[in-house]
């Protein structure tokens, strides 16, 4: 198992924090659920809970961000000023340093040191509110396996946008390949299972994004057809395939409704792209994602790098 991997289990290991309070609805954190403690009885559907279910024939990961609502804005911006108040008494302990420091410059006719800078809530960083909630799932932490791997992840209900194949996150390092420039949302609601199934492998046209990859692909295959060979053969995702695990036939499911979401900021620096085409749902003009189900355009916000450029 590789750091990256064994941390990003660490991250996703069912705990008692990560099942919520009890006593109130579930806001979080995200949490996989094992099949075991379903079988066992020690974890039962909360109504107040929402879950996402993923498929496939074999292993995968990914990460998904709900959309901030007013709560969530209401709890980070309580966040921030906390973070913001221990700032600032970090500067007070620095500025206080620096004075005495430059009564020592005066003594010892030496250069004092620069004056630190007094942090202000509107220059302070604190985490994007788009991080607040983060699920992620994979490559461990399975729901159950056999000729199918079935991931399920207990989570807060809202709107969840697909990240990507990303792993980390959480205060784990993170990596993987980020859906920042179009993707697709979707809604998850308490008490019942929203099942992606595959869908997020076999919906999307692949084929149909010409990146550089394909294009080379594209390029190797009309000269193989020039020369009298047969081309390439070319990837076949599959169909559509969703539906739960016998062991929750008793839980209520939906099958996920995807709608196209905008652009998203690269929060992490990882390696960027985006969602090719999906039918019916998601499509682009050039760079511009367009909502199928309206044929309109999708507003995109302004996206800001958290990557330095090198100089």
Known sequence: MT??????????????????????PFTGPAAAIDER????????????????????????????????DDAVRAEWEADRQKAFAKEHKRYESALASWKADVEIAKQTKSTPPAQPVEPTLETFEHAPIELHD????????????????????????GTYVWYGNVMGGNGIPVSGTCMCMGTVRFEVKPGVVTDLG?????????????????????????KRVAEG???????????????LPASLKDWPSVQAEFHASPKINNYYAIF??????VPGVLSYHRDVVVDERTGLEVESPT???????KL
Do not use: H
């Open 3 to 24: 750091t990256a991997v064994a941390l990003c289990a660490l991250a996703q290991a069912p705990s008692a924090l990560a099942a919520g309070d009890k006593s109130g």
């Open 37 to 68: 403690a379903v079988l066992a009885g020690k974890e039962k559907l909360d109504p107040t809970a929402g879950y996402i279910l993923v498929s496939g024939p074999a292993r995968q990961f990914g990460m998904f961000l709900r959309v901030p």
């Open 134 to 157: 983060v699920a992620t799932f994979g490559p461990m932490f399975i729901y159950s396996k056999g000729t199918t791997f079935t991931y399920l992840e207990k989570v807060r209900p």
């Open 198 to 222: 595959n869908a997020l492998q076999v919906l999307p046209q692949w084929s149909a994004e010409m990146d550089v990859a394909r294009l080379d692909l594209k390029a190797a295959n009309d």
């Open 229 to 243: 060979k047969e081309p390439y053969p070319q990837f076949s995702a599959g169909n559509l395939q969703t539906g």
């Open 272 to 277: 960027i792209s985006r969602l090719p085409p």
């Open 303 to 309: 996206l800001v790098s958290r990557q330095k450029p």
